[in-house]
């Protein structure tokens, strides 16, 4: 069956972007990927390996490269982004800043819908950039790819009609909202969640959230990777009771809710022999750590991490628990910030 087809069956896809789907060779662009065996060894599956082409032909993320034991690299779901494409609203003639390069699948998706030369690429890993670039080439795609820092643009090329992003972050880059023509939309994972945003002639950018989950690997810089290091079990650590046993877990709700607002900090859950949740973990970059077990909370480090989750989820529920699209964003040069319905309606600030 044609992949578009097995994507997203005969609806809901647009006509120029499922023949992109239809003519990139996503084969050749991901010539080889990683599975995880066990909890562990990442092993190579390459070309002539069975059960190679269906991977690289299923709605699936490959990850692509790995650093110590961490993902750095992968080529994204592509039903997700052909969402994010199709969020994108791209017009003939359009010149589209992608910032993450990583397999050159999506800069090829683009290339085949607007022309390579309306594409750019910024990729933070230069073997990456370069391999991406080489590749594109042999599939007859020739967009500008560069090696650099996404989180500034490509000024050179400035200004574009569109941005997209395929790795995440936790605040709309201020050189984007320069680099993207007034009117232009920038299509970015925030949090846990993907944004569309207009940009306006007034130096700030606004939109909603779309619909569903958002899974890319955090935006880092060259040579490391985006992994929040656990600070390691405190030795001392103020204890107290606490009405939130743990988080749900799911993708949505709260825990996107917290995405935004305690962004830059990293869970684990514990579960019991059923997988039912029993307690989790709550760290971040700065050292401050939480632990919840029952009805009982530790923190320590700098900031308590836990009083945020629970101020957060006070908040939440009493606005009703809303879905991801009703939230929005604002960017400008100073700041990111997040509002409910509509931009004069701000979350609170929850003291992260
Ligand atoms: C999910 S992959 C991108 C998928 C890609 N669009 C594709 O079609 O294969 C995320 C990529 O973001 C890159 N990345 C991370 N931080 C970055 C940064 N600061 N600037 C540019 N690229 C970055 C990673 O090296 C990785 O290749």
Not at 84 to 111: C, H, K, P, Q
Not at 254 to 269: E, T, Y
Request: include cysteine; charge should be negative; aromatic fraction near 8%.
């Amino acid at each position: 069956m044609a992949f578009a087809e097995k994507l997203f069956g005969s609806g809901e896809l647009d006509a120029e972007w499922r023949k992109a789907v239809e003519v990139v060779p996503r084969h050749l662009l991901v010539p080889f990927f990683y599975r995880q065996d066990g909890a562990v060894e990442w092993r190579r599956v390459r070309a002539e390996d069975p059960g190679f082409l269906a991977a690289v032909y299923s709605d699936t993320a490959l990850t692509t490269q790995v650093i110590d034991g961490v993902p750095t690299s992968s080529s994204s779901q592509p039903s997700l982004m052909l969402q994010m494409l199709g969020a994108l609203d791209v017009r003939d003639g359009d010149r589209v800043l992608e910032i993450a390069t990583g397999t050159g699948y999506n800069a090829a998706l683009l290339s085949e819908r607007l022309g390579s030369d309306q594409v750019c690429t910024v990729e933070v890993d230069r073997e990456l950039a370069r391999v991406a670039r080489a590749r594109l080439g042999e599939c007859g795609y020739e967009p500008v790819v560069l090696a650099g820092d996404g989180r500034q643009g490509l000024a050179d090329r400035a200004p574009y009609d569109r941005l997209i992003a395929t790795c995440g972050f936790t605040s709309v880059p201020p050189a984007w909202i320069a680099q993207v023509r007034s009117g232009g939309i920038i299509v970015c994972p925030l949090g846990v969640g993907n944004a569309r945003l207009v940009v306006g002639g007034d130096g700030r950018a606004e939109g909603r959230f779309l619909p569903g989950g958002s899974f890319f690997m955090g935006v880092r810089s060259e040579g490391g990777n985006a992994r929040i290091p656990y600070p390691g079990d405190p030795e001392e650590a103020v204890s107290r009771e606490t009405p939130l046993a743990c988080l749900d877990g799911e993708g949505d709700g709260l825990q996107f809710v917290l995405s935004l607002v305690l962004p830059d900090s990293a869970w684990a859950h514990e579960v019991d022999a059923d997988g039912a949740r029993t307690g989790c973990r709550l760290w971040a970059r700065d050292g401050s750590w939480a632990h919840v077990q029952g009805g009982e909370v530790r923190q320590a480090g700098p900031r308590r991490l836990w009083d945020v989750v629970e101020r957060a989820n006070e908040w939440w529920e009493g606005q009703g628990h809303p879905e991801r699209e009703r939230f929005g964003v604002t960017a400008t040069e100073f700041r990111t910030g997040w509002w409910l319905d509509s931009p004069g309606n701000a979350v609170p600030d929850m003291g992260a």
